[in-house]
């Protein structure tokens, strides 16, 4: 039942990230999403420094360096490739493929970490979320597809799906230690990356703009907080003797429906009836992954 309730709250938390990016991308005149995804990353840091006081240790790094090593790169991949799809090619479709990144832990747990073998249930349940991203997210776009829309498609879905995997197996392999030292690290390596691509050769001028709407940097503060109380959940989760196969498709079929109920019920958006039919599928699928 506990581990019920902590994945509720990583459903929660994980949906609140994109609510808090749209308030500031929605509400800012010089929005950076450099520069926003730079500030969360630092105020996941802190979360993990705040919630480790006391207990730190870093003079086994050796140990666990190669798994921050590991995740911090799968970021950095993650983050540039799902940006740059953005450019190359069309959103819609980037959506559905990177959504194939939770295949990525789920298979690797079963294979690598010893997870159990997916139920029939469980394997219906997967086929019904990717049916609920395909209808919330396919529709017509005249972009077309090109190669490095593909190459960043690729590196995306495969930084996302091993950073989850890579997470969850320096808790697996390292029986649950270091879990704060390795996160901290981490971060550190993202967050240094992330400052010298958000201040370095930029104007004066420019940054003074995009830091200018100073009541905007909650969002950004409020999204790191829930990212690293999210990735500690799901650590613990992992911990706790529950499989990747559970926690990676639950948690993109709750952040579909949480997402649909909050574009209806905080923003009043319009939902066509395909949406309405994804929240559906997504309900469904919910309940077939927690059988």
Known sequence: MLNYVILISVLFTSTVQGIFAKEYFVKGKNTSPVLFSFVTVVMALLYFVITGIGKLDFTPIMEYLPYSAAFALCYGLTTWGSKSALKYGPMALGTLFGACSLLIPTFLGIFILGDPMLPPQ???????????????????????????????????????GFCAFTQAAQVKFQQGKYGNEFMITALAFVAIALGIAAFAGRSRETIKAQTSEKHLWIFAILSGLANGFTNQMVMLLVANKMPQSIIQPTVSAGGLVLTLLAAVLLYKEKQSKAKYAAFAFGAVSLVLLNI
Do not use: H, P, Y
Not at 135 to 145: C, G, T, Y
């Open 122 to 160: 469980r394997i219906v349940g997967l086929v019904v979320l990717f049916a609920s991203i395909a209808i919330a997210n396919l529709k017509k776009e005249d972009q077309r597809i090109t190669f490095l829309w593909i190459v960043f498609v690729v590196l995306s879905v495969a930084g996302n």
